[in-house]
């Protein structure tokens, strides 16, 4: 029998919930990755981070950001959706031996934070 999956998105939370028709439900993980560029490598940076929606959604993530702070520029925020831990760590590994782009963060790959969270179940 095949299996049928309905993604449906909460604005109020903007998390994303996963619920397959045989009655599974999950909360998806939302993934944060913050850093601060080093103002002299800002455009390599930005031409690495072209196409990084594409290269994360073939690892299975979903709903792609690239943000950058307004009191502090310099300051990016990248968030996107997975489904599962084994996914996030997979893209978390990746991120932190991509040494073309951790040379342009400020500290190098250990100041390229990446994190993990799921809902709080109530």
Do not use: H
């Not at 990084?52 to 300051?75: H, N, R, T, V, W």
């Amino acid at each position: 029998m095949k299996k049928i999956v309905i993604l449906f998105g909460f604005p109020q939370t903007s998390m994303m919930r996963k619920i397959d028709l045989e009655g599974e439900d999950k909360v998806m993980l939302t993934v944060f990755i913050e850093y601060k560029l080093d103002p002299a490598k800002r455009q390599d940076a930005l031409i690495l981070l072209q196409g990084m929606a594409e290269k994360l959604s073939a690892m299975g993530a979903a709903s792609y950001s690239c943000l950058e702070g307004i009191d502090q520029p310099g300051l990016f925020v990248e968030m996107f959706e997975v489904e599962e831990v084994e996914q996030y760590e997979k893209i978390k590994a990746w991120r932190l031996a991509d040494e073309a782009f951790c040379a342009c963060v400020s500290g190098g790959a250990a100041k390229l934070n990446v994190w993990a969270f799921r809902a709080v179940k109530r």
